[in-house]
């Protein structure tokens, strides 16, 4: 891809029913990383998330707990999800809520446009909804439920009974959309990913769309149908539309031209809704699709999709308290290949904290830092001939920055990660060959030692710049000690391997001290 070309980056909206647990903040860190790496390219990048507020899934729970739903969702959005942000270093252009008067216009102003082209009719609806989905389910969906919800049909996502439904709604006529949903997904196969989600979609479609009960009359928590303000939008309709009125639609052509279209990053689980429902709503309005709609995995907690509702939610904090907000990151864009479901534990991430983290890359920062310091009085020295091996270092530098993009163009943020890592043990066996502790026992060696140790730094200084999206303040750090210019998140990433060093280091403090876990076998759940 190439440099400064618009890269428009979404999470899903967030539901604020409830406050965030680990499966929210990966979405967010997977989209994070992903902008941090582009805006670092010099790509005109811009990264959205927020809050989906309307709908009954919010309207209940605001009244269980005696308030309104604006009252519900302002107090969530402040003590919850716009902290959550902070807490795991997020690094969003925006944050859209579908109660801001810059969305609710312009979703009325999109449903106008859609009525006024024929794409909307009345028609009569019964079916079983799930509150929790907010959506209408078939028969197939259901299954038979348990416990307290035996002899009844639960939702399968949510194991819990669907409520029947009769109304006379507002259709949108998206069984128009089959045919040209199939021929996008054949003529563009990147359209969704990862291929299972993509084969997925593809068989559901081919069974033929039905047209979308697009408005509800029951209750009056969301945005207002403008022809008929006895109805409001069906919440899903009203929060995907997120996703461009927040990139300008109907409020700045510029910036709608600019931004439009985007890569939305969602859970598997709602990716139906943004490859089949958003896309035939963007072709009826004539409206450009997404650029790509890549549907990850889930966080799963002894064998399941983890849930609050399910009682096997973690807070993020209860992870970056103990190991910081870098190793929360590096974990889960690490440890799972992003597209497939992974599961959490607490083991893996203390092992991967010591050896990747803190062995791997922190005492190697920390070892050359301190070598230079002690030989050279800080000062970096200036190489003199470079042999096969410190060669084969910049090979691998140069090697890695590339693979390294390659893999990000491909959503394939773990590959990118396993590659980085290939130089950081690279760099630790030049270290453990080339022995500088013992070339500083023998003035003779003085250069090569020099040679040795601004090899080492440089690949110090490709790394700091090759993290930096995944990692913001331990490279933050390392950038610092090793006296490079400006700020690392500033620094051309796809160049990451040409950094020549600077002047001189100064001391550098472990990036990723070690840990007292509260009890070796008692995580802290
Ligand atoms: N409000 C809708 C999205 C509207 S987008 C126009 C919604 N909200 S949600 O809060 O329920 O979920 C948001 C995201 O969190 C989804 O992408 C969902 O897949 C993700 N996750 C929720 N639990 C998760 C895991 N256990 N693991 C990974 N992601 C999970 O859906």
Request: glycine letters at 8%; one cysteine or more; aromatic letters at 12%.
């Amino acid at each position: 891809m190439a440099d400064g070309s618009s890269f428009y980056i979404t999470t899903p909206i967030f539901y604020v029913n409830d406050v965030p647990h680990i499966g929210h903040a990966y979405t967010e860190v997977a989209s994070d990383v992903l902008a941090r790496w582009h805006r670092q390219a010099g790509d005109d990048t811009w990264f959205l998330t927020g809050t989906d507020e309307h709908g009954q899934k919010i309207l209940r729970t605001a009244t269980a707990n005696g308030v309104t739903p604006k009252e519900w969702a302002d107090r969530l959005v402040e003590t919850a999800w716009l902290p959550l942000l902070s807490t795991i270093n997020i690094s969003n252009d925006d944050f859209i809520r579908t109660t801001d008067e810059r969305h609710e216009k312009n979703v009325q102003l999109f449903l106008q446009r859609l009525f006024d082209a024929g794409f909307i009719y009345t028609g009569e609806y019964e079916g079983f909804y799930c509150v929790g989905c907010e959506e209408y389910k078939q028969a197939g969906d259901l299954v038979d439920g348990t416990g307290q919800y035996a002899g009844q049909q639960v939702c399968a996502i949510h194991s819990k009974p669907v409520e029947l439904l009769e109304e006379r709604n507002y259709f949108f006529r998206m069984s128009d959309f089959t045919q040209p949903l199939l021929d996008l997904y054949e003529s563009n196969p990147h359209f969704i990913q990862p291929e299972s989600v993509r084969n997925e979609i593809i068989q559901f479609v081919k069974q033929g769309l039905t047209d979308l009960s697009i408005s509800r009359q029951s209750f009056d928590w969301g945005v207002k149908v403008p022809w008929d303000d006895t109805h409001v939008v069906y919440v899903w309709f009203d929060a995907l539309l997120n996703y461009i009125t927040a990139a300008g639609y109907g409020s700045d052509d510029e910036a709608f031209a600019r931004r439009w279209p985007g890569t939305h990053i969602v859970g598997k689980d709602i990716a139906r809704f943004h490859a089949v429902i958003w896309p035939a709503m963007l072709m009826a309005a004539g409206l450009e699709v997404p650029k790509q709609v890549f549907g990850h995995g889930w966080l799963l907690v002894g064998g399941e999709k983890m849930s609050k509702s399910k009682l096997t939610g973690i807070a993020p904090e209860q992870i970056t308290e103990t190991f910081g907000v870098d190793a929360f990151r590096y974990y889960f864009m690490r440890a799972i290949s992003f597209g497939n479901d992974g599961s959490f534990s607490w083991e893996d991430l203390a092992a991967r904290y010591q050896s990747e983290l803190a062995n791997g890359f922190g005492n190697l920062a920390s070892r050359i830092i301190a070598m230079l310091t002690r030989y050279f009085d800080g000062v970096i020295p200036s190489p003199g001939e470079l042999d096969a091996a410190d060669e084969a270092i910049r090979t691998t530098e140069r090697r890695v920055t590339v693979a390294a993009d390659a893999a990000i163009n491909r959503l394939a943020i773990h590959e990118a990660l396993a590659e980085i890592w290939e130089l950081v043990d690279e760099l630790n066996g030049y270290i453990t060959i080339q022995e500088p502790w013992a070339l500083s026992k023998d003035p003779a060696n003085r250069e090569r030692l020099g040679t040795v140790l601004h090899t080492a730094v440089r690949g110090l200084g490709t790394l700091a710049v090759l993290l930096s999206p995944v990692i913001p303040d331990a490279a933050a750090k390392l950038w610092t000690a090793l006296a490079g210019e400006g700020h690392v998140a500033d620094q051309p990433v796809r160049s990451a391997w040409e950094w020549t060093g600077g002047p001189a280091v100064v001391p550098l403090e472990p990036l990723f001290p070690r840990i007292e876990l509260p009890e070796a076998d008692e995580p802290a759940a």
